[in-house]
């Protein structure tokens, strides 16, 4: 028989959305009546823009006939849409053959760990997003004894009293280090300044950055770098992986892209960007045509404003739900709310909870349902992440329970 992957037997289990997935069952099964509202997805809920949703019409319709018709593209993805992301999102910062167009920001991160396998050492921000360490674990990237799958992680506490940044010293020399930016959970977007210190801290260090950026379109402090090519110093670090989901709402239509500047090297002086471009011409057969039209169409004058309306929609959401959490019912138990309008999410402190205790009051109480911070990681534990995505009525009637909410 074939010996199972280690690294799948020692993947510790997935816990936290099927969790948030079984309270929220048990409490409607116990009151039919209910009205739950969630605060708890990361997936977006508000219909494409039209532009946007019209190219991709008339493209898959042209793919019926004989002039509209392509199979294969190439498998980096169509080169119209690589110059114009150089173009519209770097400002030229990065070249579009420096940039790799994807099925979306989780599979590159997937795919990414290909290219150092076995025994990397690896560091992540706590909380973070689970596919970083998990996808390390799956490949054995993080762990080189069949025992400890996670010996190779370093945890970068992300806590209120760091302001969400992590002690870069814990960082061991020649590190791959998962960065995300705004944040997901917190909804920190780190500043200029720090990510200077961050690439500093790599270059110096022989460590690579992987970037996720996949919520920059959320930035709306102009003083906030949009993209880690932005520091000086990140096209010898750095690679980042970015998507249309959240920019757009394509988190159903699929479509992402990576940036492996030509300036990055292995420790042998070999190109990264080169053994990617192996791996993504091996491993990946190309984006779908019709979402790589999605993608230039996003891109185009007129997407762009529509893509920035979809955007703000959701940022309006976050700050109706900010006053509802900042209301004196909340203050006077020093709940504290931190968001800086950079990001779908508010990250919110219940000083005196386990997180999955307040969890479980906001569901009884309120009927919403919110992500408990310690699934994210050690250091969220006492915080909820609320969710912005959501309909704007669902949100509205959220906050008047909120704000009758007795903690
Ligand atoms: C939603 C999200 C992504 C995007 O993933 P896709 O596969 O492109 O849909 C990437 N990173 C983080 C942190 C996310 O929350």
Partial sequence: MILRNPGCENLLSGYLFPEVAKRRKEYQVAHPEAKIISLGIGNTTEPLPQH???AMSDYALALGTAEGYSGYGDEQGNSELRNRIAEVLYKGLVAGDEIFISDGAKCDIARIQTLFGRGTQIAVQDPAYPVYVDGSVIVGAAGPSRENAYEGVTYLPCTAENNFFPDLNNIKPNTLIYFCSPNNPTGVASTREQLQLLVDYANKNG??????SAYYAFIRNPAIPKTIFEIEG???CAIEVNSFSKLAGFTGVRLGWSVVPSDLCFEDGSSVRKDWNRIMTTLFNGASNIAQCGGLAALDPQGIEETKRLVDYYLENAKLMQNALTGENFAKCNVKVFYTGD????WVHFPNYKSWDIFDRIL??????TTPGSGFGKAG?????FSAFGHRSDVEEACKRLSQFAL
């Fill in 343 to 346: 990001s779908p999410y508010l």
């Fill in 381 to 385: 534990e006492g915080y909820l992440r």
């Fill in 52 to 54: 946007i949703a019209k």
């Fill in 234 to 236: 990140a096209r010898k």
């Fill in 207 to 212: 460590c690579i950055i992987v970037y996720d």
């Fill in 364 to 369: 009884d109480e309120c009927r919403i349902v």
